[in-house]
């Protein structure tokens, strides 16, 4: 866990946060979820913002779900298809642990194939 000079957390690529989803609308995940940040630290310090995908404990099955690593302080599965990028200090951001390596490769993997790239 990183934190900044005032002692504040500042998110990175791979930790496992707790953060309020609210408001949302339609069909994105809503309410204080568990998520994944797919920023690196230096793009979360210097604008505020940090990319997150969401987890769900709804498992459904679905192709581009991706399970937590057993061991893990989280459970469920990550939905790369709502990433969405929060100001990650207005949505009161919590630090909870690093995720394994080989999970942030998985689901980042699976959010280049959705935007054209491959994987």
Aim: with cysteine.
């Amino acid at each position: 866990m990183v934190r900044d000079a005032k002692g504040s957390y500042q998110p990175d690529l791979g930790d496992l946060v707790y953060i309020n989803c609210d408001p949302k609308a339609g069909t994105e995940q809503g309410g204080r979820r568990p998520a994944l940040v797919m920023f690196v630290k230096a793009v979360t310090a210097g604008t505020g913002l940090a990319a997150v995908v969401p987890i769900t404990n709804q498992v459904k099955g679905g192709p581009l779900e991706v399970r937590v690593p057993a061991g893990c302080k989280i459970t469920g599965v990550a939905l790369p298809e709502h990433i969405r990028s929060v100001d990650w200090i207005e949505r009161r951001m919590e630090f909870v642990s690093k995720a394994p390596q080989s999970f942030v490769d998985d689901v980042r993997r699976i959010i280049v194939l959705m935007m054209g790239g491959e994987g």
